[in-house]
C-alpha cells in the first residue's frame, strides 16, 4: 500500500483529481464556451439531462405501487440515464434499457416490434444477432421533438408491462411541452 501511495505522489497522481473539478453544468457540445467534443465521438440529439430527470421521475411516481426504474436513451441508443431509486433492483435498469432500445429500433412502442420483426427482415437479423439488447414487453417509447426521434424510455419494474408503458408515458407527457 505504501509503495502505491508513493508511486502515486511520484506521478502527481493524488490530488490532481480534486484539482480540476468540472464545472457544475457544462455547456451542451457545440454551444459558446463548451469544451470541444473528442475526436472521433459524436454527440446524438436527446433530451436536456434535466429533463430527463424529471421524465423518469413523474414516470415512476406514476408507478410508485411498483418498485420500478426508467432508462433514458439518445438518439443513438446510448444512456443519457439510468433513474434506479433506492430500494429498486438494478435488473429493472436493464430491462428498462431493452425496452427503450427496443422502441428506437421499432421506431414506436416496445412491443410493436414483434410484428416490425415479422414484416423486416433486417430487424428480425437485428434481434437475432443480440437478442439480450432487446425485449417484445411493453414499456419503451420514442421521444420525438416535432416528429423527430431524439432518443426513447424505458419504464419496467410494474405489472403488467402495459403498465410500465402507461408510466413511461406520463413521464413523456411532463416533459413533452419543453422538448426542442
Not at 405501487?65 to 446510448?78: C, K, N, P, R, Y
Not at 432518443?151 to 413533452?176: F, M, N, R, T, Y
Amino acid at each position: 500500500m505504501k509503495r502505491f501511495i508513493g508511486t502515486a505522489l511520484a506521478l502527481g497522481l493524488v490530488g490532481a483529481a480534486s484539482a480540476q473539478t468540472p464545472p457544475a453544468n457544462p455547456a451542451a457540445p457545440g454551444a459558446p464556451g463548451a469544451p470541444p467534443v473528442r475526436r472521433g465521438f459524436t454527440v446524438a440529439r436527446s433530451t436536456g439531462l434535466d429533463l430527463a430527470i424529471e421524465a423518469a421521475k413523474a414516470a415512476l411516481a406514476s408507478c410508485s405501487d411498483f418498485h420500478a426504474g426508467a432508462v433514458i436513451l439518445d438518439h443513438d441508443g446510448l444512456p443519457k440515464l439510468y433513474y434506479i431509486p433506492d430500494g429498486v433492483s438494478g435488473s429493472h435498469g436493464l430491462m428498462g434499457f431493452r425496452k427503450a432500445n427496443t422502441a428506437l429500433l421499432a421506431g414506436g412502442p416496445s412491443e410493436s416490434i414483434v410484428a416490425k420483426s415479422a414484416a423486416d427482415k433486417t430487424i428480425a437479423d437485428k434481434i437475432a444477432a443480440s437478442p439480450r439488447d432487446y425485449t417484445t414487453n411493453a414499456g419503451g417509447l420514442l421521444i420525438t421533438v416535432n416528429g423527430e426521434v431524439i432518443g426513447a424510455i424505458g419504464v419496467s419494474g410494474a405489472e403488467p408491462s402495459a403498465k410500465d408503458e402507461a408510466c413511461a408515458e406520463d413521464g413523456l407527457k411532463a416533459i413533452q411541452s419543453r422538448l426542442k
